[in-house]
């Protein structure tokens, strides 16, 4: 107890703190770590002050109420917004997807669906063919069948489709570069305390909007709802500008945007608590009760709005919303978990190649491929032939008009050159090329023609008399003939059989462009193809299953529980568990993912086979490494998070960590007052540290304090301009009182109110494991490392990251080699 | 760096875990709190040991899976047995239940429902009457009719049910004291981190669900849904037994006990994501994301053993699982906001007056009440004259017979006698009493004489042509006639008004006796009479909204929305309403209530409704008292809870709170390497403190670490029995290497493998909030306060208590006048 202490300086460091604030002092760089506990110090404080003035006077009253509410304030109005925008997208990207296929003469603002709802003349069976809607063939053709009209359509489609995509891209590249990507990895790092500045901008917001639309529409595999959670948490952030409770300050302000992530998710799936759960177990890093009170009214909210405003016409939220009606067997639970194991492993093998991908986009930059490709197509003819052939197996047989022919090449051409010259680095060619090489390969396949969402909603529709789609054409087994029905669990039809190739292609062919399309510089969500890859590969499953059921009926397994004829496999919900395990392999999500998944259904029957199903996937996932896709772009990116998820299983102690190491430099110190002011600068111009333990003195190096490299500087600045007297050799003390200086010093600088008086320390010998546990638990941005009450060293979040890979570099060769 | 530290201590600091750990070492007593950190690092350490053998033989690696998987498996087993003994349990207290009314000839063990199942007689009216069930009267009396068989079903119905009392509160006396009350204020207290042996052993899950069972059936105010959270987290706990992982290691117990938990609620209310929720919300402490998949993971494994056993007949996991058909419109949130403020209000108004009334129990034991009522009853015709008048209004208008009026006195009479003499205490007195009046009250009643599950089936199923209650006895308008008929939306009938007098004074008995029965030595949760008690209310509100609307159908309010006999106003579903209101304004809860009524009715529907009046009962309670009934509870009890709920808003430092005070004797420290075995003995006699700071020497007390008195204590007895040359003048050193002594000094003690090297410290000028943010994510014990460098004083978790407590009683009078 050398200086200071005792009860008399309790006062006298509340009025330190009453002293009139340094302006800019505790506020962060961009791309730098908040520190967690200093914020909600500060939210406390001001919440205090509020408090204590609230008796003063009816305004004071008012305000404090409005302080109070503005939480469910704010919450209410980033839901609002965000069911809004996710109507609005709905609305928008279902109609320019149509406007792939044709337009509404009627009302060129109807989509193809409701372009035919006003027509009168349909049947139930024809629903999706009525005069007021022309394919662009028979718009501009004139004719509606035949092989010239069907490139036509071919051709628009992929016109279409290139259009949209460079619309997109040129959209991000221009105005928001954040705006890219499903926003996910960066949402998960700036909520556990980064700083990334516009990224949750309103310039982000709108570009993301937009070109969210525009990407979906542009046919490419990818889908909105990871970006609809970054345009949720960009409502959340700018509505907290309007509250000073939450812009001017960063711990409160991720509340908001948990709040808005939930709200986000809820929206995406029309699953309010989903999203809620989906926040806590994915997203968020602090997550207080009252955040989750606050996130569960978000996702309500939103999830209202966006059915009041029905964006498909069937009074749910999302388009691929079922119901079944038929329990399942316990046998079923054995093909479920191989669809478990088949997400686990989709899920490792996407993370491994879209990872490596990303890599090597990021050091190559395209290098040398867009020149061979332009010039490959300088010679139209020969590039259209080369395409055309490799994709006319599953074209239907026909010629090609010349007319056509050159129109696209030319087409494709000068579009190339165009935009090899205007873009000029060539993120936005590859984004072309995608779109282009998806497009071609899409259209002659139904199943990856039509928007993704509704071949997820067609896969998990059970088959019944409304049903159209191929899938259900089985034969009617009642008189032998070869007469076909809707009836399921009956001997499959050709229409069966064809669907069953054309979904085996579109599997792959989602596969493949899932892999090389997450990471384009468009707005790109992984869950939707995620999605269809497992609800393809379920309906398969579920498809051999119930022909396996048909003709062995008299099995041990079927004999149980299937009658002849009776509906006993649900080829449906064996798409939705694949589904759910294919995005579980992915995401690496469990209950938040069965918990969404459970809110498409309703039913609580169905929540063992997807449980079984995720659990398997995770584990086989886990298996080959333990990151989820966005961990894995997170670490691709280096941001600085620090995973709440892994556990740290290593015997390093406080010391092996903390910098300076033996072999650096000793630490960089201040003593508390024996600086002079141009001693303390040169020590900040000397280091990069971002700041300082304090200490009694050279000799003894018990620790005072610590004070920010940002809060010096910018106090002696301020002191410079407003303080008179100070020189390069005023003496700087961090003490409570001056020390006793000689008659002909200047004036000395006090410096104690930008000294953190309650540093975190932890001992040289503490384990790493605990020393990680409390940076994650409290959030915090360094902690200084003591021995017997000396200063040893600092251990910062970044040397604690660093530390972690180093960790992970040495144990690599052993977990490869599961 | 006085003494140790450099690169070279690391591997000795190593060798020293590596010494034979002392036997008991790290063990806690009974009534202690455990220390988190500490047990995490424990697990590891085992973890890490696992993992290094597992490489060495196949025997090794088998038991390296066996460990990775026991957590899976222990929380199946907790899912298995908690739905098995929810059914049980339900079956149980089913039977019991109508053995009050009467018996099954045809077989015994058949409960009332069961017994009509096989008649074929029964048409669907009357599916309650059936010749195989006699009622009591009619066994005995062999008179189905009439003012006397009613009399000796009352008497028979007051006689089961005391019966049932007193075996189960006698039954919880002899065997297994904590086996009374719901169970979750210990299980939040236990989850917290502290130990209570035996709250959660055999016999207390044997004896809970006996009782639990008995104490349903006598018809006292209770529900067993908070009941079977305990049996729940007893199955959890002694599964836990079976696996060292978790045995041993009282944090990873407590991971069990949260999923356990979530397993109980999920059998509880049929809700496996709102059993997740609730674990998260409400009772748990410390819940990683390892903890949520395996909560749910339980409470899926428990609702699906509860359905195959599906104790209640209709595929479904609770008694009143409802479906509405219609919707609700915007202006019905008016009454539903009306329902939460009456939740509300009613929460606080149950907390105040049952803490109030379990203050009065606790201290005044029942000192005079027996007596004046066993003199009372001494005189029995007048005692019973006297009860029968006040009850009379109530019962059909009918004369007693002699024979019935003298057994009962004489029952009544005898059964005090013996009970008085028996028991002792008056505990049992109590329930006894308790029990009496509810029974007595209750029987003229119907709303009040059925299961309170089956009465709040009733008030949320909506009416419809299937409903035979007096609640759907509408008058017909169609013909203008008193025909009467069972479609809402009619003027009400004699039978509707009726059915309201009679809720009416059930809510008002409700109400009372529910204040009472709380905290009785019997088994009791209170979720389910807070339900029938908002469920009443609600109805009622309904019902009124309903006949408003008929009559006032050209309103603009409904005007707009209810045509004239359709169907608008959907009273079950404010029955819902007002039960999640009353729950939430008792329990506090939000997210979690929501959903699990949101499982009860299985539409998003009715999501906003809820969550409107859940959030504005727990505004509206909150504003007069912050606490929920679970934590008045814990504060009641004094047990050491710190409530991760509650935000520190005052503005005291560490120095504040910590101990010595100014006034008292200066901390007891120990000095790493001068203190002799006698003067550390000394030291631990004198004092109570449970541990003690280690300084470098008494001239500078720089913190070295921090020793267990408990620890010290085994430590220095285990080196007594097995070190030869320790003798009370052995000199005690913490330090790595022994110190210099003279030449004729006995064998110094080493105890540096006692030492904790890494205490936690926190400056003095920390601020409390910081301290305590601390103390709940971390779950420390204690914390050391220093200042710059030097051990200053203490903080323990009782210390902060006692400090907020303190902070309470200041601030008091300004809350309470709010």
Redesign the interface.
Known sequence: ?????G?AS?TT??LDFLEEPIPGVGTYDDFHTIDW?RE??KD?ER??KI?SKKKESAWEFTKSLYDAWSGWLVVTLTGLASGALAGLIDIAADWMNDLKEGVCLSAMWFNHEQCCWTSNETTFAERDKCPQWKSWAELILGQAEGPGSYIMNYFMYIYWALSFAFLAVCLVKVFAPYACGSGIPEIKTILSGFIIRGYLGKWTLMIKTITLVLAVASGLSLGKEGPLVHVACCCGNIFSYLFPKYSKNEAKKREVLSAASAAGVSVAF?A??GG?LFS??EVSYYF??KT??RS??AA?VA??VLRSINPFGNSRLVLFYVEYHTPWYLFELIPFILLGVFGGLWGAFFIRANIAWCRRRKSTRFGKYPLILHLNCIMPPRCLDLWLTSNRLSVNPAGLGVVSDYVYSVYVFSSLTVLSLFAGKYPVLEVILVAAITAVVAFPNPYTRQNTSELIKELFTDCGPLESSQLCKYRSQMNGSTAFTDNPNQPAGPGVYSAMWQLCLALIFKIIMTIFTFGLKVPSGLFIPSMAIGAIAGRIVGIAMEQLAYYHHDWFLFKEWCEVGADCITPGLYAMVGAAACLGGVTRM??SL??IV??LT???EY??PL?AAV?TSKWVGDAFGREGIYEAHIRLNGYPFLD??E???H?T????VMRPR?SDPPLAVLTQDDLTVEELQGIINETSYNGFPVI?SKES?????FALRRDITIAIENARRKQEGIMFNSRVYFTQHAPTLPADSPRPLKLRSILD???F???????M??VV??FR??GLRQCLV?????V?GIITKKNILEHLEELKQQTKPLSDGI
Chains 1, 2 share one sequence.
Do not use: Y
């Not at 107890?1 to 202490?5: A, Q, V």
């Not at 003591?786 to 000396?790: C, I, L």
């Open positions: 107890m050398s200086n200071g202490g009860a309790s460091h509340l506990v909600k110090c406390r919440h205090r408090n029309g309010p608590i809620v806590l177990e207080p009760l989750l009170w569960f009214f309500l999830a209202f469990t209950v069965v918990v459970f809110e309703g039913g609580l929540i063992v449980m659990m709440a998820k556990e740290f299983t015997t102690l406080a010391r092996d033996s009694v190096q018990r620790l005072v304090g008086m309650s540093p320390t932890v001992t040289d010998h503490t384990p494991e605990i546990d409390i638990k409290l003591t021995h017997n009450g000396n040893l």
